[in-house]
């Protein structure tokens, strides 16, 4: 009798105990698994690489700016990491990816000018002709001007409609269509290569690169936005746009109600242009050139129609002309481009620019 009681005692503390060690140990379980805070996640810097010979960064490894650490933001709105390879700094810096009207390189509203020295000109060329805003001995680049006179005017309000470029024995064109009325979700964008329609699907960071791989173009919207890469020479952002009813208010453009005048806003960006380089916003990148533009002078009109005619988007028949790409390159291309990364504030005639 005694001997089952203990018996029966001792497996019942025994049962005691481990329901015990059960409990402490499912207790202890949950303390190991709480979970740490995350770590905030540093971005990866990316690294970039100039790999041509001309360039004072050939082959140096530099790293993106924390805040632009991507070449190719998700964010259509984030700022992208940019490195000049001909800028004698040699340091990536953050930019926009959409143009910056007041840049340099600029050539937006009916159009405005931002030349490679900085001074802000207007040339209003006529509607439906064509001139060349660059021509250097491997570069080409035209635009077609689009507009409307208003009765009792003198000349004819203008915008781009088009650029055409001529890059070795390549032409690339990129026209806005024209449309009656203006939706922002609707892409107004048509490009062609070698005389080919090119389409790229519409989508933020959609691309396309030749298969010489010389020239590149990527969507930097879902619609009405890209950039064009012409390696070694040229970046070209753009977008498409109507004229606005404020502006067309305030500039008396009698914009008819059946056509948006969709154009181009346009920001360039040169590599290495000949010291030789002619069009009309190319001779501003010269390093003698005497900009006619007066400052101080509410709005500096350029001429030069003259000179800066072609007879097609992809014709390099102007009289100052010089594309040529079976020649060999003169000049230089360096001292040209320490005007690249100016800086630029104000609008209108105050816009001032400073390294
Ligand atoms: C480029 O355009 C010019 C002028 O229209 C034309 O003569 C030439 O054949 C074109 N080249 C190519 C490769 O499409
Ligand atoms: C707009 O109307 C004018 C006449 O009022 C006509 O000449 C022109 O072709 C029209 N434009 C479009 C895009 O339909």
Redesign the pocket.
Known sequence: MTTLCVKNLVILLLLQAMLVSMVTEAASGNKVKRVKPPKPVKPVQELLTCTSRKSRCYMKRIKCPVECPKVKPKNPKDKACFLDCYSPKCEAVCKSRKPNCNGPGAACYDPRFIGGDGIVFYFHGRSNEHFSLISDSDLQINARFIGLRPEGRTRDYTWIQALGLKFGHHNFTLEAT?T?TWDDNVDHLKLSYDGKELFIPEGHSSEWISTEGDIQVERTATSNSLTVTILDHAEISVNVIPVSEEDSKIHNYQI????SFAHLEVQFRFFGLSSKVEGILGRTYRPDFENPAKPGVAMPVVGGDDKYKTSSLLAADCALCVFSPNKVKDGHGSPLMEYGMLDCSGGGNGITCKK
């Open positions: 024209k009656q008819p109600a059946n056509d």
